[in-house]
């Protein structure tokens, strides 16, 4: 059929299996803008308050599906809105195509009104992008980005449409919706080589991240752990991965996980790790990490292998068909000794965590848990709060939990939480702190508009937290700049914008008025009013190993 490259574009999205799209109109991209109105009724279209809105919901819709999302936006500054939001995507390996209009090819490179080379821009922060040259090309580089986003470690993909190529008509012939590139395993003698590890091992622990959600590979984990009787810690990216309440999983590592995760890793003399990067935030001081095991890592991409530390065996391969090879290779054994020591490291962890009465961090996390099914997905922010959800969230399914993590985006909870919520035709939660919520409230128009249900936690403590606590520990109480001292009444806002909310001050206000937020259609705002001096804890300083780990305030 003879079709412009505008429908074009929006008929391969459908064909894709694409069912909704985020973004925001503009000049060089009303063509296309065209072609949605004219396939409506296939295409969804989710009109955001602001692009880099659009760009956080796609990726929701992604996190929480682990299809590829899709947003729109037209050239100059529809385009670079987006960047943000693809550089979210990029660092936490989330499938997305974007696709932005452009001035006519005949213009390009003359400075014409909003004309900006995006191509060049988002090249670090792509897997791949492309200026479509020809209509004829069109179709076939929108299924190659599809090919591409969701293949190996899956990520962002760009496509900049000229104006004149959107307008030129082309014979479109449908085809079936692209398939990822095939997941290999690791090679057989590393497989086994690894084995061989894994059985020499008295106290083999196993460290998984957002690799292994991907891969779909958390049977073959358990299989595993139970194989070799091993406890299970996660990154930032993993949390979700399995059932927080799984008697084998210690929670998260790092920076500010769990001290028995943390700790049993540092014992550990085997660390199995599974689609993670052991990035600053995992290691702290890399010449202290893991002194006394051997790492086996295992990850799609083989960039990540020895980049940050060194394994003893590094395999690079798909992680659920690795392990499934591993497993017929590995010994069952029984540990008594190391599990009697993580027990010890339990229990530790046990006197450590904050069992104060009161509207506390973690008493307002608690108190969420008690209204989450095992369905509702929890976006968050960037800042103490998120460090809060991550440590006290319960989650029994998959995808569940979508934060950001590599680039640590404050303003990515309200679009992320949109998308989500989209995405899985659930009520969504967001979980954000004041700072970061004054970054992306503006969304708070489009979960109105679309009457999306979704319940904002915020904890307002009317400081930049997590800033103010390195102060605090770090530069002398010197609080430059994060006290934010602001006259925002969230609660006026939320209403404002066509929301409903309430403030609350303890704990069994706040559980009565999540009981009306869950029960609400549309967005209902709880603000939370919490102390500017909690801090997250446990905490490893900067450059800091597990011997430096703070516990408590004044460690």
Request: charge should be negative.
């Amino acid at each position: 059929m003879l079709l412009s490259g505008a429908d074009i574009i929006v008929k391969t999205l459908i064909e894709q299996g694409c069912d909704t799209v985020f973004g925001y109109p503009g000049g060089q991209i009303l063509n296309v803008y065209d072609s949605l109105y004219k396939y409506q009724d296939e295409l969804k279209h989710i009109l955001t308050a602001h692009e880099q809105g659009a760009a956080h919901a796609a990726d929701g819709y992604a996190r929480a599906t682990g299809k590829v999302g899709v947003v729109i936006a037209t050239s100059g500054p529809g385009a670079t809105n987006l960047v943000t939001g693809i550089a979210t995507a990029y660092l936490d390996s989330v499938p997305m195509v974007a696709i932005t209009g452009n001035v006519m090819s005949t213009q390009l490179g003359t400075d014409s009104f909003q004309e900006i080379d995006i191509t060049g821009i988002t090249l670090p922060i792509t897997k791949h992008n492309y200026i479509v040259g020809s209509v004829e090309e069109l179709a076939d580089t929108i299924r190659e980005a599809f090919r591409l986003a969701a293949s190996g470690r899956p990520g962002p993909v760009l496509i900049d449409v000229p104006k004149d190529i959107q307008i030129a008509m082309c014979e479109y012939e449908p085809q079936s919706p692209v398939t990822p590139d095939e997941r290999k395993p690791a090679k057989d003698v590393r497989i086994a080589e690894a084995a061989e590890c894994i059985n020499m091992s008295a106290r083999p622990f196993i460290y998984f991240g957002g690799g292994l959600i991907t891969s779909s590979a958390q049977e073959e984990m358990l299989t595993l752990a139970d194989l070799i009787d091993a406890p299970i810690g996660c990154s930032l990216m993993g949390i979700s991965g399995i059932p927080t309440d799984h008697p084998r999983f210690l929670g998260m590592q790092g920076m500010h996980g769990h001290y028995a995760c943390s700790m049993a890793m540092h014992k550990a003399d085997c660390i199995i790790s599974l689609g993670v990067r052991f990035n600053d935030r995992v290691t702290g001081n890399r010449e202290k990490f893991a002194r006394n095991a051997k790492i086996i890592h295992i990850d799609i991409d083989g960039a990540e292998l020895s980049k940050t530390v060194t394994p003893a065996h590094a395999m690079r391969g798909d992680i659920k068909q690795t392990l499934k090879k591993l497993l017929d290779k590995v010994k069952k054994t029984s540990r008594p000794e190391w599990q009697s020591t993580v027990e010890v490291l339990k229990s530790e962890e046990y006197k450590t965590l904050d069992s104060r009465d009161g509207m506390t961090p973690r008493n307002a996390i608690l108190t969420l848990n008690k209204h989450l099914n095992e369905n509702t997905p929890v976006a968050t922010d960037v800042g103490q709060h998120q460090m809060w959800a991550a440590q006290n969230l319960n989650f029994r399914r998959s995808r569940r939990f979508i934060s950001s993590g590599g680039l640590g985006t404050m303003g990515f909870g309200m679009g992320a939480a949109i998308g989500a919520s989209i995405a899985s035709g659930e009520r969504a939660v967001l979980v954000t702190g004041d700072g970061s919520f004054g970054m992306c409230l503006n969304e708070l128009a489009t979960a109105v508009s679309y009457k999306t249900p979704l319940v904002i936690l915020l904890l307002n403590n009317g400081v930049l937290g997590m800033v103010r606590q390195w102060q605090t520990l770090f530069f002398d109480r010197h609080y430059s700049n994060t006290v934010l001292d602001r006259k925002t009444d969230f609660v006026k806002l939320a209403k404002a914008f066509g929301a409903d909310g309430e403030r609350v001050t303890t704990p069994e206000e706040l559980d009565k008025a999540l009981n009306t937020a869950f029960n609400t259609d549309g967005p209902y705002l709880v603000e939370c009013m919490i102390d500017k001096d909690e801090f997250v804890l446990p905490m490893l300083p900067p450059g800091g190993s597990m011997d430096d780990i703070i516990v408590k305030v004044g460690d």
